[in-house]
């Protein structure tokens, strides 16, 4: 019988829709406010506090294959994590996807004075609206923090949301979005990463060792390619290596000893 509860207190609901409301809510208040360039400016100068290796560093976790290589690592433990994030990914991908094909919004790189802004990696310059990255980021940090509500569990629900921001923020910080872009990739991301916690609710492949090799296999694979895949930040690459060797190591943990029984 499946453990995950048929109802849910009034506090978790506030974890279902408020991470996406509050992205959403500020999103629309620089729309009006007309600050997208000032905040991309105060918040991209202050990013040189760090050194370039931790952003690149941070932003190559909310791409695609570095956030399922670092869902990876927690196959064997909480297969619903990655179970809920797969299922997220069409529509995170449709969400993503199909706005920058849209609006087809220039970001800062094409729009700015070369030496007004600090970008680190490529110079990125067309389908800024919205950040892909901060989908990804958001999505899996949803994925994660609904499944991690019960009492005991919830600082895991505000980690993940802790890294999802600081992954969102780096892509103001490598100079490649806008703030705008990063609230609503946030917004919109964590209703898709929702959506695949409720589906895996439904849909339990998870709780099988059928299903945990098949979500191993595709994930190992995708941390494999992480290895030969260029993201763009060469700055980055010592996490981007990290995270391909903790996701073939958990992936392949995951296949040889699947867990057969129900998770939260």
């Known amino acids: 019988m499946s453990n995950i509860p048929t109802s849910r207190p009034r506090s978790d ?34 990013s040189r506090a760090l050194p370039a290796e931790f952003w690149a560093g941070i932003t190559n976790i909310a791409s695609t294959g570095g956030a399922f290589a670092l869902l ?5 433990w909480q297969p619903r994590w990655a179970a809920a994030a797969l299922l997220a ?6 969400y993503a996807h199909g706005l920058k094909k849209l ?15 600090w970008i680190v990696g490529k110079t990125l310059k067309a389908n800024a609206f919205p950040s892909g990255h901060s989908v990804t980021a958001f999505g899996i940090g949803a994925a994660v923090a609904l499944c991690c509500l019960a009492p005991g569990r919830r600082w895991l629900a505000w980690v993940a949301l802790a890294i999802a921001a ?9 100079g490649a979005h806008w703030p705008l872009d990063i609230f609503a990739g946030a917004a919109g991301g ?75």
Not at 72 to 76: C, D, E, G, K
Not at 103 to 116: H, I, K, M, T, W
Not at 214 to 243: C, K, N, R
């Open 72 to 76: 990876a690592i927690a196959l064997h």
């Open 166 to 174: 600081l992954a969102a923020f780096s892509r103001v910080a490598v």
């Open 89 to 94: 990914l069409p529509a995170g991908s449709l």
């Open 190 to 264: 964590w209703l898709c990463g929702a959506l695949g916690v409720w589906w895996s609710g439904r849909w339990q492949f998870w709780t099988r060792a059928s299903g945990i090799r098949t979500m191993a296999v595709l994930i190992g694979l995708s941390s494999l390619w992480l290895f030969f895949d260029d993201l763009g930040y060469p700055e980055g690459l010592w996490m981007q290596y990290l995270l391909a060797a903790a996701g073939c190591a958990g992936a392949g943990y995951a296949m040889i000893r699947p867990v057969p029984r129900s998770r939260t």
């Open 103 to 117: 609006f087809q919004e220039a970001r800062p790189g094409a729009v700015l004075d070369p030496d007004e802004i």
């Open 13 to 46: 609901w506030a974890w279902f829709l408020l991470p996406a409301f509050v992205p959403a809510a500020l999103a629309l208040a620089v729309l009006q406010g007309g600050a997208n360039t000032s905040l991309f400016l105060a918040w991209n100068d202050a």
